[in-house]
């Protein structure tokens, strides 16, 4: 299939699972690894701690921190989501690959 014959859906689908599966390269890296454990996942905590305590009443502390919370979840789910998206879009090439075969 040459370049030029391919239609911008196509197109689509093929960067979309290339993203796909660079997300999934750099999630099985240790240094994501070490983000997500380390950094991700005890700020969403302490995000969390913070928003939950009564104690604290300073509405703009409050406001930044759901917002740094929402950040970070709708991040971390964008990239699986992402991910989910491009595998799907790389196997429904491979079927219309097949299909063209036959």
Do not use: P
Not at 26 to 52: P, Q, S
Not at 83 to 98: P, Y
């Amino acid at each position: 299939m040459e370049v030029k014959e391919l239609t911008e859906e196509v197109k689509g689908l093929i960067q979309s699972a290339k993203d796909s599966h660079s997300l999934m390269e750099m999630i099985n890296t240790n240094g994501w690894r070490f983000l997500r454990k380390f950094y991700f996942d005890e700020k969403v905590l302490e995000y969390k701690k913070y928003l939950a305590d009564t104690n604290n009443i300073d509405m703009a502390m409050i406001q930044a921190t759901r917002l740094m919370l929402a950040f970070i979840e709708t991040m971390l789910s964008e990239i699986d989501e992402q991910i989910k998206v491009g595998l799907e879009d790389a196997e429904e090439l491979q079927k219309r690959k097949e299909k063209k075969k036959n």
